[in-house]
């Protein structure tokens, strides 16, 4: 399981004296205790590797715009300290997809789905994200759908 995977990781850090690493672990686990506690509220149990995934990537997505404005704001160690722990943690996510994967899985959802237009990009989104949940960038997947969609 995923999270045995990271807390091992965290052990292995605090061992190799990886304060970085260590201090990254710790926040994800932060984050996933926060989930948990949020989803034991609504009647939910402990989360599933899928919604771990959600999980890295928001916090990859949060660093990311961490990053712009720290490099807006003339600060690069800070960026950087940023990209590092983003690093550390895709460790934790799947493969992404290439482009040109992104652009087959696209054309293969629109012909399964019979779309016929913009109108029917909530149906192809939602076929890639059922089908390629934690593998797909799903902004630049939107952007190649909709500019499929349009040339229909």
Do not use: C
Not at 69 to 95: N, S, V
Not at 102 to 128: F, S, Y
């Amino acid at each position: 399981m995923l999270r045995d995977d990271i807390n091992n990781a965290l052990k292995d850090a605090m061992k190799g004296g990886e304060k970085r690493v260590v201090s990254t672990l710790r926040l994800v686990n932060a984050a996933l205790k926060n989930a948990d506690i949020e989803a034991r509220g609504l009647g939910k149990g402990a989360l599933a590797d899928a919604d771990i995934h959600a999980l890295l990537h928001k916090m990859i997505k949060q660093r990311q715009e961490a990053v712009e404005l720290y490099d807006r704001g003339g600060r690069p160690e800070l960026a950087q300290q940023e990209r590092d722990e983003m690093a550390i943690i895709a460790t934790y996510l799947p493969q992404q997809m290439a482009q040109d994967e992104i652009a087959a899985a696209a054309a293969a959802a629109i012909a399964e789905t019979g779309a016929a237009g913009i109108k029917d990009m909530g149906k192809v989104i939602g076929a890639l994200r059922a089908k390629y949940a934690g593998q797909m960038d799903f902004a630049k997947a939107s952007a190649l759908v909709k500019g499929m969609l349009a040339a229909l």
